[in-house]
């Protein structure tokens, strides 16, 4: 799968994970003077939100995507020096050089595969003691889609991990953190039929499995998607992360 995305558009349409979002930055405690990794920073969107809570703080954004990066240079211009961009992979080291006093991340981590490396690699950068404040898709994300997509095409269902909140829990503090709570909560995302329902499953949902097709049967395969999708409607499960790194 490309590790690039059309952040343009993903910008443009990706008001629903905003939204979800907003409620993750609502539980980082913060006062004001820290450092923040936002691992999965997409075009930025939430990344502002946490820097408007930094008045002399700073963020790193980091993303595997160099046009989500470069998105998010335009978005969060106006933050100055106080934000640094990092084109970086979360299934290896996120190459951060120094601790960071807490880690947000939403809608990522169901995109990498290994999440007992994931954590392992988040609690390196992750000072003692910070936090980890995350949301990506749980067990039971998208499951109507995933059975429209069992068959449709050649029959994969994706690359996505949903984890549950045990196995969360156990991967957690195997990796070093304490005080974790871990629980799913439904975030159905109704869209309209025709561009809007299109236009997101091609950017987001379905974008590793177009990357497998020739370019003249991609439109064709989001077609055959949307149409067998009982509704629009995706029945997004939200798995729920907070976190401390042990003292």
């Known amino acids: ?5 059309d952040g343009h558009t993903y910008d443009r349409i990706s008001d629903p994970l905003v939204r979800m979002g907003a409620a993750v930055v609502d539980r980082l405690v913060l006062e004001g003077d820290e ?3 936002d691992a999965g920073c997409g075009s930025g969107r939430v990344t502002e939100m ?4 930094l008045p002399r703080g700073r963020a790193i954004a980091l993303d595997a995507s160099p046009s989500m990066i470069e998105e998010a240079r335009t978005r969060l211009s106006r933050f100055g020096e106080r934000v640094e961009y990092l084109v970086a992979d979360l299934a290896g080291p996120p190459a951060v050089e120094r601790q960071v006093d807490a880690i947000l991340s939403t809608a990522t981590f169901h995109w990498v595969a290994d999440h007992d490396a994931l954590f392992r690699n988040l ?34 269902t994706g690359p996505w991990t949903f984890a549950t909140p045990e196995e969360t829990r156990r991967r957690l503090e195997a990796a070093g953190f304490d005080r ?5 909560q439904d975030e159905p995302v109704a869209l309209q039929r025709g561009e809007e329902l299109d236009t997101y499953l091609q950017t987001i949902m379905l974008r590793a499995h177009l990357d497998r097709l020739p370019p003249a049967d991609r439109p064709r395969f ?9 509704s629009p409607v995706l029945d997004y499960v939200r798995l ?4 401390r790194l042990a003292d």
């Open 123 to 156: 609690a390196a950068v992750l000072r003692p003691g910070g936090q980890l404040v995350a949301q990506c898709g749980g067990a039971g994300n998208i499951a109507t889609l995933t059975e429209v997509l069992r068959h449709t095409g050649d029959g994969w």
């Open 222 to 230: 989001v077609r055959a998607v949307a149409d067998a999708l009982p």
């Open 240 to 243: 729920n992360i907070v976190a």
């Open 50 to 53: 946490v820097l408007e809570r």
């Open 180 to 184: 974790v709570e871990t629980w799913l």
């Open 1 to 5: 799968m490309t590790r690039d995305w």
């Open 35 to 37: 450092c923040v990794l």
